[in-house]
């Protein structure tokens, strides 16, 4: 397989990138591993900062941070919630910190608002009685999912190839420059050979390793931070506290839920990443200082993503573009086609794409201008089943009862289903129950996958889309996958659907104990 | 209004699953007189399928195919399972008992001598347990001999997809296939409910209609494997009645829960727990419990539905059978597990972070499970100290503590043995 450009990694910034070369009319691959925004892009808050978190450790990021915002509002408007923010402190937080607040905002550019106390607890009762300071400002909120998915998509319909399930595994180098890449099918085995003109490295936390591969060390620091989700949404606004960036400090609204953290834990390898009951204990306590009904919530899940923060950067490296990413050109490494975009945050992805896009495209001699910033994302049909509350909304709207819900918690229907197995279909991708669950939100009410896992199982068998052990080793994995953002909070009403989930998939399906072996 | 404000007997059985079904019948057996109270809403996820044990231990996923030897292995292995504290001579006397008011209420069971038998579940795949509902039975012998096999299911039946079942069961079976068909009555119908179905099959002209349509879709040789449909009352019947119209031997599979063998078992108890001088209040919970001053326990009732039950039940002895967290007889928060009624200590991990494993499916199984109550000789709770909390407080079921029926298979067993145990060790103190 031959490519102008091969991206690996299909989190947001390979993604955004694949989107703006397709833009500029440039020929992408993108290889990911898994799947798309499997790492911290699908694992963040899907906040849009409007910067005041950062205006006192790191402005040039804050202001990075909202002037991207900025230029997402307009461009994404169909991913965005506006939300508007809150900064609240409350007793014991330090005073000096909110004094300086307003100034250090404005001097980033960062529109702020100082609320009364009562004001604030009135736009949100949710908020605690011991509440000392308020300021408004304009953070909004985001689907990680269905930007990552809109930006592939339209990167596809322009000609990009995405390859899923598929690991970069070694790079044939000839006099400076990378010929050839192979990769790996995570699933078969089955090795391909790429030959691409550039290689941008987007891999996230990733990136280190798959640099490694080409003998080019970058130092990076592993930092995990860990989330919980609400069964029902708290807050109208997003929360944030006011106060130095510390742990828990982010309460946002996700649709028909609320996402809070998160923690940051210096971790040294990228396997086994899982939220910990002691980070989920930490989170409940600390965030519900600001708003207590958060003690006793019913939470549905919890995940932890790593972020990817370039460690030492060489001194007076120029590549270095802000403190917030950084896009390594390796030709200072004796590899002239090829670079590596990473850190940052998921606010400025465009941005990273567009200097990383700049850079290749100054190297292939291609002189389309970067075209993120003003033209719009589109809004493609399958995406937009990522979105909360999309199920119940349509079923009233549509009133269709002979398109059956297939998962009953989050009221998805057939048709849904059928929406993203086609796209799926379509470009020849692996369908299976873990990459429906990623475009759709089927497994993630209440039951967690308990009930529609079997179901939607079930129409895969209709279809023929899976034959033999395939659909219910693919439950098997599906639940498990579930899993991961289930064992840490599992106490009160969750514990109870687990029990009924165990009982029913080990009690009567025996699934630990099945072999599909042929 | 005529009803009793206040229900006086011999013995109370909080719960109304499995166990306090159980024990319900085996004490109104002895002449007992008892109340029941608790939703029975928990029996309607049952498959049907009657576990004694099949697996042990659960780490080495080692499958029994006599679990009377499996169960004098767990002695060994774990002396605190409630099995392992029960002789074998009570257990199949337990079993007995049970099988026999199964089989007066219209559920027959069937087995394989003292052995396990393997049958299909509702995901195609297969599990070791130990009886199963006579009209099911055809199901264990077409696996063994994986001979031809037809799998049939309904539009609008989403718990249960026989593609699936085909798909899943073909890995080790070529010869099953499946097919699709409207259930009488419902052509065109997006969405239908099994037990309306199960229903309309004990009129004879729905039964003559799915035959008719049944038997043009089945090939030489082939039986018929179809979702547990077969009427809430006489399915033993209606099976033999459908067998002679299709020409072929036929079985049940149960379906996704809220499954008709669900109903079946909770309709029988429903109906005849009564019959015998049980006085069965379903929709009332226990909502507090105290000592009287003679020693008897008094159980204040909260009313769940519009029906008026008692205020309270006064019994000189109590079968604790609320289940665990579905069954709301354990509850939790983040730090701790607690018993709901009478506030018994719970034996339990001791910090959350081991309640749960971070694979679902990891072979040792979930220490959460494990927790529970744990009981002396008679089946007496403990207290703090370790001595029976109340003179005359049993307990039953899978709120015992120290054993995993999920993963086990033990469920039934578990819930019908100690039922028994403690209804024998109550009539022991009665004497």
Redesign the interface.
Known sequence: METQVLIIGGGITGTGLARDLALRGVQCVVVERADINAGASGANHGLLHSGARYVANDPAAARECWEEGSILKRVGAHCIEMTGGLFVAVEGDDERYIADFPSMCGRCGIPVTEVEVKEAREIEPALSDRLIAAYKVEDATIDPFKLSLENIWQAQELGTVLLRNTRVVGFTVEHGRIVSVRTQDARTGQERQIRPLEVVNAAGAWSAQVAALAGVTIDMVYSKGTLLVTLSRVTRHVVNRLRRPSNADILVPGGTVSLLGTTSVKVDSLD?I?P???EV?LI?REESAMVPELASTRYVRAYAGVRPLVGSQREGDARSLSRGFALLDHERDGLLNFATITGGKFTTYRLMAEKAADLVCRRLGVSAPCRTRTQPLPSSPVCRWTETGRGPQEWIEKND????LLCECEMVPCSAVDTVVSALEKRGDLVDLVSIGLRSRIGKGPCQGT?CS??I???L??RGI???????KG??EF??ER??G???I???TQ??Q?????????????????D??? | MGHCRECECELAVIGAGMAGMAASLFASNRGITVAQVGGAGGILFASGLLDLLAVHPIEERKVWADPWEGIEALRDDIPKHPLSRIPASKIRASLAEYLAFMESAGIPYAGLDEKNVEMITPAGTCKHTYRIPLTMWNAVTALREKGPCLIVDFHGLKEFNASLLAGTLGVHWPLVRSERLWFPGTDGTSRVFSRHMALSLEKSEYLETLAARLKPLLRQGEVLGMPALLGLHGSSSLLARLEELVGAPVFEIPTLPASVPGFRLKEAFERHLPAKGVKVFFQSKVAGVSAEPDGRFRLRLSEEGDQRGPAAVVAQAVVLASGRFFGKGLSSDRSHVWETIFGLPVWQPLHRSRWHRRDLLDPRGHEINQAGIEVDEAFRPLDARRRPAFERLFAAGSILAHQDWTRMKCGSGVAIASAYAAVEAFCEMRT
């Open positions: 086994e899982y910990t009951v002691e204990d409940v009862p002979d398109d059956a009930f079997l179901k199982a079930g129409y068998y209709d899976v034959k033999k052990g395939e659909g219910i439950v098997r639940l498990r899993w991961r289930q064992h840490s599992l106490w009160g514990l109870v687990a029990e009924l989930q165990e009982a029913l998939h080990c009690g009567v399906f025996c699934q630990e104990l099945a599909l072996s042929e």
